[in-house]
């Protein structure tokens, strides 16, 4: 989700010279565990999903294997009719099997399908923004790309974007169909992506860092994490998330919660108040 503050401008950059940046919500934390099935408490997650609006949240972030289909549908099912200025971004190209188990599928025909079915479970008549889960190497990147850029042509989404991928795997897509956001793993304890996060940056491309809390490890990054958190009275979590937005201004960092009271702590941190060299220091611890 993405809320409305002083931090943000709008989103979606190379289309119409204009990006959004801000906060927004991974919706696999209202399904059951390990992203199967219904959610523990069904009426929690549609109350976690109308309270993103009224927190002034506009950008929602879901895929049709979350459940599998399970997040979809609760989205329309909270928030249909939607608001004008609401954003939906869904994914296609995993397949599931059972709980925890994720299976890549690129096929061409297969992703057509999988936006079909997104339409129809949002109720939507264009999806703002379609991206591919993974590149599946058992076929033709280009093949899986085009297929992104057919569904454009016919009006059935909007932007494309991507997950998990390298700087050259960009650069490949995007000589085929214009990449307006790319969502890798990162958070302040798990740096890895840090050159694909660079390449976005100069190119004016969002970077949505999927799993900003729990990827790596906080605890690791020792006391300094845990100082900033006192000082401010805020958690490690919210001090972690407020570096992701301090640390480039195309970060949209995804915080999964299945909680009222968790959404709100997430969006408290997007307008924590830091000193920049606070934040420098996190950055710079081992």
């Known amino acids: ?7 943000l401008a709008e989103f979606f950059a190379l289309a119409e010279n204009y990006l959004y940046i801000g906060m927004a919500l991974v919706q696999c934390s209202i399904t059951g565990k390990d992203v199967w099935g219904e959610p523990h408490d069904r009426n929690e997650a549609i109350r976690v999903l109308r309270r993103t609006l009224e927190q002034g949240i506009n950008f929602i972030d879901t895929a049709d294997s979350y459940g599998p289909e399970v997040s979809e549908q609760l989205i329309a099912e909270a928030l249909h009719p939607y608001p004008k200025d609401l954003v939906i971004a869904t994914k296609a190209g995993f397949d599931r099997n059972g ?17 079909e079915g997104s339409l129809r479970r949002l109720k939507l008549e ?20 085009g297929v992104f850029k057919d569904l454009q042509s016919q009006g ?27 969502q890798n793993r990162y958070s302040l304890a798990d740096r890895s992506y840090e050159s694909v996060l660079d390449h976005c ?26 100082r900033v958190a006192l000082h401010h009275k805020i958690t490690t979590a919210q001090v972690a998330l407020a570096w992701l937005l301090w640390r480039s201004p195309v970060m949209l960092p995804i915080p999964g919660t299945s909680r009222v009271v968790h959404l709100e702590e997430n969006v408290a941190a997007a307008t924590q108040k830091f000193d920049d060299g606070e934040l420098e220091a996190l950055g710079q611890a081992p």
């Open 156 to 182: 059935k989404i909007r932007y494309v974007g991507l997950s998990e991928v390298t700087v050259d795997q960009i650069e490949h897509a995007q000589k085929i169909v214009p990449v307006v956001t790319v």
């Open 99 to 115: 709980p925890g188990q994720w299976t890549m599928n690129g096929n061409p025909k297969h992703l057509r399908e999988a936006c």
């Open 1 to 7: 989700m993405l809320k409305n503050g002083p931090r």
């Open 126 to 145: 264009r999806i703002d923004l379609y991206q591919l889960h993974r590149i599946d190497p058992h076929y033709p990147a280009d093949d899986q790309f």
């Open 201 to 226: 940056g100069r190119e004016k491309i969002g970077f949505i860092p999927w799993n900003p809390i729990n990827a790596g490890n906080l605890n690791a990054l020792g006391k300094e994490l845990q």
